[in-house]
C-alpha cells in the first residue's frame, strides 16, 4: 500500500514489482478533461446528488452529458454519425 505522499496519478508515485510487468497508462481515459467550477441552485444539486445516488452513475458524468447536449442545441458539439437524428 502507498504511503499516501505521492498521487497515484504523479509520475513519482512509488511502483510495485508488479507494476513494472504491465504497462498501464494511470491517466486513464479522461486524461484531457479539466476541472470548473460554476454556481448552481441548491435544488438542483440536491435532486442531481439523489439522482447519482439512485443510479449510482456520477454527477460528473451527468454533467459532461448535459454539456454535450447544450453544445449539440447550439451547433457547436461533436458532429453527428451519419443516421443519427
Sequence with gaps: MQDGSAS??????PSSPAASEVSVDVRGPDADIVST??????????KLREL???????QS???????E???GKYGRG???EEGQS
Design 8 to 13: 497515484p496519478l504523479s509520475p513519482e508515485a
Design 37 to 46: 467550477h460554476v454556481l448552481v441552485p441548491e435544488e438542483q444539486v440536491q
Design 52 to 58: 447519482a445516488r439512485r443510479t449510482r452513475i456520477h
Design 61 to 67: 458524468e451527468y454533467l459532461r452529458e448535459a454539456v
Design 69 to 71: 447536449d447544450l453544445l
Design 78 to 80: 461533436a458532429p453527428k
